[in-house]
T-cell receptor, first 117, second 116 residues
Framework: GAVVSQHPSWVICKSGTSVKIECRSLDFQATTMFWYRQFPKQSLMLMATSNEGSKATYEQGVEKDKFLINHASLTLSTLTVTSAHPEDSSFYIC?????????????FGPGTRLTVL | AQSVTQLGSHVSVSEGALVLLRCNYSSSVPPYLFWYVQYPNQGLQLLLKYTSAATLVKGINGFEAEFKKSETSFHLTKPSAHMSDAAEYFCAVSDRGSGNTGKLIFGQGTTLQVKP
């Protein structure tokens, strides 16, 4: 149980284009989903927290107009990197908190490797 | 505010030896603490968690951790290392002081190397 998927697992795009990453909780309903980015050999940096049906809460320093988050249902959240540039290249990981389990544990997706040329 | 410090960015042990990964936390409220493992190019897998029940927590793959309030520590141990334990390990504390969001604050990570 508690499986989170991400799609795509990797993507290469040209500078200036937009990329959408999907995060799905496959076998549970998620009250909250989180988006992280991770640079090589570093820890995870929280970008934003999203709750179904409401606007995402972004961490300080994260541009909300560049990283668009939509949490359309209790099983799906999307992150869109708009007008991507090489400095946006990173490993993006989502996680979801399980509604039934009291929301005190995050389950992580496998990550999406974004490379912007 | 919560924070986590993992002592030692790199730990190397021999196969069959004791694994000890150190984690100290700071929290203004009773903490929820977690250990996650990350294999290369993958997401994080939950090893174990402490949520104010028993102070000695047993997790998957033979790992366990003990919550010590007096030392503000939550060190991860395994009696006998296996080659498959080689990975990156993250300690995290849940930010439960801000409306119960469950936001995780991660330590810097510790790379565990297991030598044959």
């Amino acid at each position: 149980g508690a499986v989170v998927s991400q799609h795509p697992s990797w993507v290469i795009c040209k500078s200036g284009t937009s990329v959408k990453i999907e995060c799905r909780s496959l076998d549970f309903q998620a009250t909250t989903m989180f988006w992280y980015r991770q640079f090589p050999k570093q820890s995870l940096m929280l970008m934003a927290t999203s709750n179904e049906g409401s606007k995402a809460t972004y961490e300080q320093g994260v541009e909300k107009d560049k990283f668009l988050i939509n949490h359309a249902s209790l099983t799906l959240s999307t992150l869109t990197v708009t007008s991507a540039h090489p400095e946006d290249s990173s490993f993006y990981i989502c996680s979801a908190s399980e509604l039934a389990a009291g929301a005190d544990t995050q389950y992580f997706g496998p990550g999406t490797r974004l490379t912007v040329l | 505010a919560q924070s986590v410090t993992q002592l030692g960015s790199h730990v190397s042990v021999s196969e069959g030896a004791l694994v000890l990964l150190r984690c100290n936390y700071s929290s203004s409220v009773p903490p929820y603490l977690f250990w996650y493992v990350q294999y290369p190019n993958q997401g994080l897998q939950l090893l174990l968690k402490y949520t104010s029940a028993a102070t000695l927590v047993k997790g998957i793959n033979g790992f366990e951790a003990e919550f010590k309030k007096s030392e503000t520590s939550f060190h991860l141990t395994k009696p006998s290392a296996h080659m498959s334990d080689a990975a990156e390990y993250f300690c995290a504390v849940s930010d439960r002081g801000s409306g119960n969001t469950g936001k995780l604050i991660f330590g810097q990570g510790t790379t565990l190397q297991v030598k044959p």
